[in-house]
DNA sequence: CACTAAACCTGGGAGC
DNA sequence: TGCTCCCAGGTTTAGT
């Protein structure tokens, strides 16, 4: 499930392939995966165009193009970027091929929950989507000052915290409990409750986690390739995401799995509190 | 305003 | 073997 880490490595592994490139032909095998303005259609938005950008903004992708515009690309749960150096027949559940000068992008989604948003020129700064986002969790802008002051008072959960990508962005459900884990925080205690001492610890965990997940490649649960098809290998590195009933590696006690904030969330009872 | 639930999808695994 | 049911998860939208 990409999150910020795996949309980072798939950034930067997709970059030396697209970047300066010029989209030759767009198919769009299911058009729910395109969205784009009216009376546009996705072959005279993009062909012609040129890639000169390749950004990231929490777990969204964003490719710049040569006249100003972008395609602002978001994941969910199961989406990918492929890119192949030579043309060829798309699989079962790809959903967009778009032909370069040396190459192909294939877009890809077995779920069919993530998004590819052409944003003409000048109208990517009134994007709701991007303008809603918190900061960037391992960039200078997110410090511990801003961390206490969004989460002072509030009696939602933590993790429900972590979640919000308008506190910070980036953040899903593995990465969250990971971070969780290393501060020594219970998921359900209420985000207001959390003295100074243990906000530093978590504001830390989650920087160093995600880093963590960057340097790894990013997480292959079930089905995360980045852009060349490699797994990443962060899944080596979890410590509870998806090891309900398993000992705790710090301690051994089996590991609770319950829900929060409707969200899986697994935990050591005796190692975080 | 704050929080919850449903909706969007498909495939894998569990249980019968 | 095959059927049914539940679960996974990010975000938006609708409802309490």
Known sequence: MPELPEVETIRRTLAPHILGQTIKKVRVVWPGAFVLPAKMTPARA?????????????????????????????????????????????????????????????????????????????????????????????????????????????????????????????????????????????????????????LFLLYDAVRVTLREGIESGGTTFRDYKDADGHSGSFQNRLRVYGRGGLPCLNCGRALTKIKVSGRASVYCADCQH
């Open 46 to 198: 993009l062909r012609g165009r040129a890639v000169v950008s390749l950004n990231r903004r929490g777990k969204y992708l964003l490719l710049g193009l040569d006249d100003g515009s972008t395609i602002v690309a978001h994941f969910r749960m199961t989406g990918s970027f492929v890119f192949y150096p030579r043309p060829r027949a798309g699989s079962k559940h790809t959903h967009v091929i778009i032909s370069l000068t040396a190459g192909q992008l294939h877009y890809t989604d077995q779920r069919k929950f993530g998004r590819l948003q052409f944003v003409p020129a000048g109208e990517l700064a009134a994007l709701a989507c991007l303008n809603k986002l918190g900061p960037e969790p391992i960039a200078e802008d997110f410090d511990l000052e801003y961390f206490a002051k969004k989460l002072d008072n509030k009696k939602s959960a933590i993790k429900a915290a972590l979640l919000d990508q308008t506190i910070i962005c980036g953040l899903g459900n593995i990465y969250a409990d990971e971070a969780l884990f290393r501060a020594g925080i219970l998921p359900f205690r209420p985000a207001g409750s959390l003295k100074l001492s243990e």
